[in-house]
C-alpha cells in the first residue's frame, strides 16, 4: 500500500482514540456532577431529620415562641416536599428554611438554660456540621458544574459534547440574599 | 496511575524517577564489585526493594499508625473532629469517608496515611485537637485530606521505600568495603589476571563514593519532592476551605508550640502538617528539610487576598518569593477565580477575649492619631501603625510579605 494510506489511517485512528478518550472523560464529569448531587441531597435529608429534634428541645425551655416554631417546620415542610425539584427552585426554598433555623437559634440565645442542655449542645455541634456539610458539598456540586460546562463549552470537547447532546449542569445557588451572607448558624 | 493524580505535577515524577536511578546505580556497582557482574547487584537491590514495596503496600498505614500510637475514634467519641474530617470529605469529593485517629501527645501535629483515597486515615494528636477552633481545624484537616486526594501519600510512600532500600544496601556495602575490603580486594586481584587489576581499583573507588553519597542524595531529592508536596496540599486546603487564613493561623500555633512529637521519626516525617522533627529555635537549612519553613508557609496563605484558587496561591508564592510559582499549569487550570467565605463564628470564650482586645486596639489607635501617626491598612488585614518621622515610602508588612505603598 501507498505511504499515504497509512497516514490517513494513522490519523483515523487518533482520531477515533481521541472521540473515546473525550466521550469518557465527559461522562466521568458528569457523574461525577450527579454524585456531588446526591452528596446535596443526603445533608439537607440530615437536616431535615435534625429540625425537629432541635424544635422539640428548643420547645422544652422556650413555650412562647410558638411563631418560631411554626415558620421552623413549615420551611422545612415545603423544603423536603420540593426535593424533586430543580436546583434553581430547591435553592430558594433551602435559603428560606437556613434563614428560618437561623431565627430559632437567635431565639435560643436567650435561654441560658437551654445553651447548657447538653442535648441541645450535641444537637448544635450536628447542625452547624451539617450546615458547613451543606455548603461544602454546595460548593464541590458546582465546581463540578464548572468543570463539565467548561468542557461541554469549550473547542474541541464541545463538538463531541454536540454530538452526544450533553447538556450544561444547573449551579446550585442559594437565592435568599441574607442566607449567602450568613450561612452559618451563630451560637456564641 | 499517574493520570489520576489530579494537578499531579511532572517535577515530582522525574525527582523520583531520579531516585529510582541512583538505586538502580547502586545495585549495579555493588554487582560489579561483590560479583563481578551487574546483573548479580541489580537483582539483589530490586528483591529488596520490592520486599520493603509490599510490607509498605499492604501493611505501611497500620505500621505507621502503630508507631504513632494512634487509636481510633468514632463519631460519638469525638464529634467535632469527625464531623470536620467529614466535612472535609465532602469539600474536596473524596468517594471514602478516611479513618479518624487520635494519637495521644501534647505535641502538636496531624498526619495523613492510606495507600490510596478509598482506603485512608487521618490521625491528629490530642494537643492539637484541644488548642485549635473549628476553621483552624478545618484548615489542618483539609492539608491532610488533599495528601489524600492528591495521591501524596503514595508518592512518598514510594520514595520512602526506594530512599530505604538505598540507606540499607549502601550502609552494608560500604561496610563490607571498608572493613572487609583490602583483604577480599587481594584475593581477588591474585586470582583474576594482572591487567584487570587496574580496572578493578577503579571500580572499586568509584562503589565506593557511590555508596557514601548515594543515601545523601537521595535523601536530598525526597525531601525537595515532600516539600513541593506540602505547598500543593496548602493550596489545596485554601480551595476547599475557601478560608486560608484557618490554616494560617493553625500553622502560627504549631510553630509556637515547643512541644516535640515523642512518636516520629524521618521515615513517618513527610507525612505530618508540620515537621515533627524540627526543634525549637534550630532553623532548618532548606535543603534538608521534609517541610518548607512554617513562617513562609503563612506568609503566602496570608497573601492570598480576594480569591483560594491555585492560581491565587501561585501568585500569593512569587510575590512572598518574589520568584516564579510553584505550582503547576495544569494544576491552577482546574476552577476559575474563586471567592473567599467569611470566618465562622468563634466560641463564646474566644468572642468575649477578642472583644475586648478589640477594644483596648482601638484606643491605643486613637491615642496614635492624635500622636501624629499614619494607620495603614494591608489587604491581609493587618494594620500598620507609621510614625510620623518615618520617610521611606512604602513599609513591609511582616505579616503577608506584601509591600504597601504609603
Redo the contacts between chains.
Keep these: 500500500m501507498a505511504w499515504w494510506i497509512w497516514i490517513i489511517i494513522a490519523v483515523a485512528a487518533i482520531l477515533v482514540l481521541w472521540i473515546i478518550g473525550a466521550y469518557n472523560g465527559l461522562i466521568g464529569l458528569r457523574n461525577i456532577v450527579k454524585n456531588a448531587w446526591a452528596q446535596i441531597d443526603v445533608q439537607l435529608k440530615r437536616r431535615y431529620d435534625l429540625i425537629p429534634n432541635l424544635v422539640e428541645t428548643v420547645k422544652g425551655y422556650a413555650k412562647h415562641e410558638r411563631e418560631v416554631f411554626e415558620n421552623v417546620t413549615k420551611a422545612r415542610n415545603m423544603a423536603q416536599q420540593a426535593s424533586s425539584a430543580g436546583a434553581g427552585e430547591r435553592g430558594k426554598l433551602e435559603g428560606e428554611l437556613g434563614m428560618a433555623l437561623g431565627r430559632l437559634l437567635a431565639v435560643a440565645e436567650a435561654y441560658p438554660e437551654l445553651k447548657a442542655n447538653q442535648n441541645f449542645l450535641a444537637l448544635q455541634e450536628e447542625l452547624t456540621s451539617t450546615e458547613n456539610k451543606i455548603s461544602f458539598s454546595r460548593q464541590f456540586y458546582n465546581d463540578s458544574v464548572l468543570n463539565l460546562n467548561n468542557k461541554i463549552q469549550m473547542f474541541p470537547s464541545n463538538v463531541i459534547a454536540g454530538m452526544f447532546n450533553f447538556k450544561l449542569g444547573e449551579f446550585f445557588e442559594v437565592t435568599v440574599e441574607a442566607e449567602r451572607q450568613a450561612p452559618k448558624v451563630s451560637f456564641s | 496511575m499517574w493520570e489520576q493524580i489530579r494537578s499531579n505535577q511532572v517535577r515530582s515524577v522525574i525527582l523520583l524517577g531520579l531516585i529510582a536511578a541512583i538505586l538502580l546505580a547502586v545495585g549495579y556497582f555493588i554487582g560489579l564489585i561483590f560479583f563481578e557482574s551487574a546483573i548479580g547487584g541489580l537483582i539483589i537491590a530490586l528483591v529488596i526493594w520490592a520486599i520493603m514495596s509490599l510490607v509498605a503496600y499492604f501493611q505501611g498505614d497500620s505500621i505507621l499508625l502503630g508507631m504513632a500510637g494512634a487509636r481510633k475514634v468514632g463519631p460519638s467519641d469525638a ?2 473532629l469527625y ?2 474530617v ?3 470529605k ?4 473524596l468517594e471514602k469517608m478516611p479513618n479518624v485517629y487520635v494519637i495521644d501527645d501534647p505535641a502538636l501535629n496531624a498526619f495523613a496515611t492510606g495507600r490510596d483515597p478509598t482506603k485512608a486515615s487521618v490521625a491528629i494528636t490530642t494537643g492539637l485537637l484541644q488548642k485549635l477552633n ?1 476553621d483552624e481545624l478545618q484548615g489542618v484537616i483539609g492539608h491532610e485530606i488533599s495528601h489524600i486526594k492528591n495521591r501524596d501519600v503514595l508518592l512518598m510512600a514510594i520514595t520512602s521505600v526506594m530512599l530505604g532500600t538505598i540507606v540499607i544496601l549502601a550502609w552494608y556495602a560500604s561496610r563490607v568495603l571498608i572493613f572487609g575490603g583490602i583483604a577480599g580486594g587481594n584475593r581477588r586481584s591474585s586470582s583474576s589476571s594482572g591487567g584487570g587489576g587496574g580496572a578493578q581499583v577503579i571500580i572499586l573507588i568509584v562503589g565506593l563514593v557511590l555508596m557514601i553519597l548515594a543515601p545523601i542524595m537521595a535523601q536530598f531529592i525526597y525531601y525537595a519532592i515532600s516539600r513541593k508536596r506540602e505547598y500543593l496540599a496548602d493550596a489545596s486546603s485554601a480551595l ?1 476551605t ?1 478560608y486560608p487564613e484557618g490554616l494560617a493561623s493553625a500553622l502560627e500555633k504549631i510553630g509556637a508550640s515547643t512541644h516535640q512529637l515523642k512518636k516520629a521519626n524521618q521515615a513517618t516525617a513527610p507525612m505530618y502538617i508540620a515537621n515533627p522533627l524540627n526543634k525549637e529555635g534550630r532553623k532548618l537549612s532548606d535543603l534538608t528539610s521534609t517541610h518548607p519553613p512554617i513562617s513562609e508557609r503563612i506568609k503566602i496563605l496570608r497573601a492570598m487576598a480576594g480569591g483560594v484558587s491555585f492560581t491565587d496561591y501561585n501568585s500569593a508564592y512569587s510575590q512572598v518569593h518574589g520568584r516564579g510559582g510553584v505550582l503547576s499549569k495544569a494544576a491552577m487550570g ?3 477565580a474563586v471567592g473567599m ?2 470566618a ?5 470564650g474566644e ?1 468575649a477575649l477578642s472583644e475586648k482586645a478589640a477594644r483596648s486596639r482601638e484606643v491605643s489607635d486613637m491615642m496614635l492619631k492624635m500622636d501624629k501617626y499614619r494607620i495603614v491598612d494591608c489587604p491581609c488585614g493587618a494594620k500598620w501603625k507609621v510614625p510620623p518621622g518615618y520617610t521611606e515610602d512604602s513599609i513591609y508588612c511582616t505579616r503577608c510579605g506584601r509591600t504597601i505603598k504609603l
Aim: charged residues 25%; glycine residues 8%; hydrophobic residues 30%.
Design positions: 464529634p467535632r464531623n470536620v467529614e466535612e472535609m465532602i469539600a474536596s469529593g473549628r476547599y475557601r482546574a476552577v476559575g467565605r467569611q465562622s463564628p468563634s466560641a463564646p468572642m
